[in-house]
């Protein structure tokens, strides 16, 4: 268990509404694995043992996007949690168990089973990567960051969020029969490059997918059966398109784990290391071969300049006065795009001065502002200077 102080949003020193909390203990070495919306604003953390022992604990790091935050306390009379292999398939109607302290009833218990696999349903919380557990479960508020284990006491997940028939109250409605837990599959990766470095390194595969059903009349003749999302879109230069996949391919495994949906494939590839070698199994309709292939992936560095590609940006440094004059331009402050594509009047020599109202003066300054705003919403206001002089704004997409 576990509770924090600090200002809520009005700026009362009441604690906010999910002041406290539940985790686990992930390792000897002292660190707690808990949510991030549990202890994001946090000015102090306590860590409450099950012996009872209160201790401090200082926040490693977290990742807001799969709301998954790392812990650290002294690491005495710890007995760390035993994890399931990431690789232990889970099967709907596997029997599991909440842990965590719901209503502050500190250290409770819930039985229930695995009522559905690779769903979406945080945003609310503004989780954006998204491939969870749900369970029947009884998991109320103060149950956010406890552990979900199976029926041999290994942690399979971690309990997140709750589906309520009250809208758009997150955390604070009651159990309604459907809670969300984090897949272990998706914890590991993200944990140890927290407790490695502090920060988290997403990868990206460079490929645009639609659902099977929205995809019916755009590939109908792919006359295709069964579960996985079509690729409808291949980006230039990237893993995927390094790997040989193909638009129309239907992607149907990761790491033979079954996919179902985009929000899920996106959520088990970001979490993976850029460099990490993984295999996808595919449907791809050809004649003269077999339809279903493997293929591996190498995953590199997303980076949240690549969706200014979205614009037709391919290429951008930070401005300097040779760079204007070389495409007859005013020189201003900011990011110039050096190569475009699709719309001349804003391909190259156009300047980024601006992401909302935050002045730009550099590449680094432009991604970092792009990924500050990134963890609070799924577009920003970019304003730029186009190559005849004209001042303007585009918006941009960040998912």
Do not use: C
């Not at 012996?51 to 998954?68: K, N, Y």
């Not at 929205?214 to 109908?220: A, E, L, N």
Request: proline content about 5%; hydrophobic content about 35%.
């Amino acid at each position: 268990a576990m509770s924090r102080k600090g200002e809520d949003r009005f700026g009362s020193q009441t604690p906010p509404h999910d002041a406290s909390g539940s985790g686990w203990v992930y390792d000897k070495d002292g660190h707690i694995i808990t949510n991030y919306h549990v202890v994001g604003d946090a000015d102090d953390i306590e860590v409450q043992l099950s012996s009872g022992d209160v201790l401090q604990a200082d926040l490693i790091g977290a990742d807001p996007e799969t709301d998954i935050a790392v812990l650290r306390v002294e690491p005495e009379r710890l007995h760390p949690a035993r994890r399931a292999d990431v690789d232990t398939p889970l099967q709907q109607g596997d029997r599991v168990y909440a842990f965590g302290s719901p209503f502050d009833f500190r250290f409770s218990m819930s039985s229930g089973i695995i009522s559905g696999l690779g769903r979406s349903g945080g945003a609310s919380l503004g989780i954006r990567h998204q491939d969870f557990i749900q369970v029947d479960a009884a998991i109320n508020p103060g149950n956010s960051g406890g552990p979900l284990t199976d029926v041999h006491g290994r942690v399979i997940g971690m309990n997140t969020a709750i589906a309520t028939n009250r809208p758009n109250q997150g955390n604070e409605g009651q159990f309604s029969g459907i809670g969300l837990a984090i897949p272990i599959s998706m914890i590991e990766p993200i944990v140890s490059q927290i407790i490695e470095s502090g920060t988290v390194t997403k990868s990206f595969l460079g490929v645009t997918i639609e659902e099977l059903e929205r995809s019916t009349d755009r590939f109908s003749s792919l006359d295709y059966q069964g579960h996985g999302v079509v690729v409808t879109q291949v980006r230039p230069d990237s893993p995927a398109s390094r790997a040989g996949i193909k638009v129309r391919d239907i992607i149907t495994h990761v790491e033979e784990q079954v996919v179902t949906n985009t929000t899920q494939l996106t959520a088990r590839i970001s979490s993976r290391r850029p460099g990490d070698h993984v295999e996808l199994t595919i449907w791809r309709a050809e004649a003269d071969r077999q339809p279903v292939q493997t293929v591996d992936v190498v995953l590199e560095e997303w980076d949240v300049l690549l969706q200014l590609q979205r614009l037709g940006f391919t290429r951008i440094e930070t401005a300097t006065a040779d760079h204007a004059d070389s495409f007859n331009v005013e020189y201003r402050p900011g990011a110039i795009v050096l190569e475009g594509r699709y719309d001349v009047a804003m391909g190259p020599g156009t300047i980024i001065t601006h992401v909302e109202n935050r002045r730009v003066e550099t590449v680094e300054e432009l991604r970092e502002q792009l990924n500050i705003r990134r963890q609070e919403r799924d577009a920003v206001i970019l304003r730029l200077v186009l190559p005849d002089g004209r001042e303007t704004t585009r918006p941009l997409l960040l998912l």
